[in-house]
């Protein structure tokens, strides 16, 4: 693993230029995207990948605290939070009630054509704890407390990946839904309606597998296929991609995250779309 200086993560041309169109896909702050990456990714490049996951003997406590400031700062926040799990979930809950169902439906429309994560996962965050309750979110809680450290973390998680393999994580989804980002306030025009159109493409071309469904994703969704898969997921919490007979408005998603396809490399998705190939036998 590369071990260089912290000073000289993401230091190159490459580097700037990726973390600029990532800030610019999520709308938000550079400076607060760039200090995200620098405790967690380095984008520099060794040959033609990206350095990859930033070592935390990379930085010092000094780096760390002063890191945390700035991202607080942008927050308008004081503190990081360090709570119990108790703590998390009444704060999570009464976050959960006040969402705006159809804000977050325009956030997903503009994901879909901006590739923005951080909207994508608040999405998808929602509608897959439908059914929550307080007894049903305390299981999905890590050991021990939401530490402050754990907000770079998170953050940094939320715009990389949208959360794609942490959504059963309850601290996760607390970062996701209750620490509010500095989003750009300028509104964005929204083009066409990309759910309805591939919806309807799917609807008529009946992909047989995952990997036919990806395709149906060519010439609506922008991103790569890692982008697309999480789009599909979310779409299929929120009960508008349907799976054979599987009714998500009837159950509490978390509970199924366990329940395995046959086919092996289903299983790299996310139930219940990991179930689409089972429709065929």
């Known amino acids: 693993m590369n071990k260089k200086p912290f000073k000289d993560i993401n230091q190159s041309d490459t580097a700037k230029r990726k973390l600029s ?5 999520n709308r938000l702050p550079l400076a607060f995207v760039t200090i995200l990456y620098n405790y967690n990714w380095d984008l520099d490049t060794d040959g033609r990948e990206s350095i990859g996951w930033v ?3 990379q930085y010092t406590e000094k780096d760390l605290l002063e890191g945390r400031a700035r991202i607080l700062a942008f927050l308008g926040k004081k503190e990081a939070p360090h709570l119990k799990k108790e703590h998390i979930v009444e704060e999570f809950i009464a976050t959960y009630k006040e969402v705006e169902q159809q804000a977050l439906e325009t956030k997903l429309l503009i994901a879909g054509e901006t590739k923005n994560n951080a909207y994508l996962s608040e999405y998808a965050t929602f ?13 999905l809680a ?21 959360g794609g393999i942490e959504r059963a994580n ?3 989804c607390y970062t996701d839904l209750c620490i509010r980002l500095p989003y750009e306030q300028k509104e964005i025009p929204i083009k066409n309606n990309w ?4 919806l309807q493409k799917i609807s008529v071309e009946k992909p047989q597998t995952l990997s036919d469904l990806l395709n149906s994703c060519k010439g609506i969704l922008r991103g790569d296929k890692f982008f697309k898969q999480r789009v599909l997921q979310a779409l299929s919490y929120a009960g ?26 289903s299983n790299e998705w996310t139930y219940p779309l990991r179930m689409w190939n089972e429709r065929n036998k």
Request: glycine content about 2%; proline content about 5%.
């Open 142 to 162: 890590p050991k021990g407390a939401y530490k402050p450290n754990d907000l770079i973390k998170y953050l940094f998680l939320k715009v990389f990946r949208g």
């Open 170 to 172: 309850l601290f996760y």
């Open 195 to 198: 759910i309805a159109t591939l």
């Open 240 to 265: 508008k991609l349907k799976v054979n007979d599987i009714d998500v408005a009837k159950i509490y998603l978390p509970e199924f995250r366990d329940t395995l396809a046959s086919h092996f490399y």
């Open 21 to 25: 169109n990532i800030a610019k896909n």
């Open 127 to 139: 509608h897959y704890l439908t059914h929550l309750s307080a007894e049903k979110l305390i299981p």
């Open 55 to 57: 070592a935390s003997d």
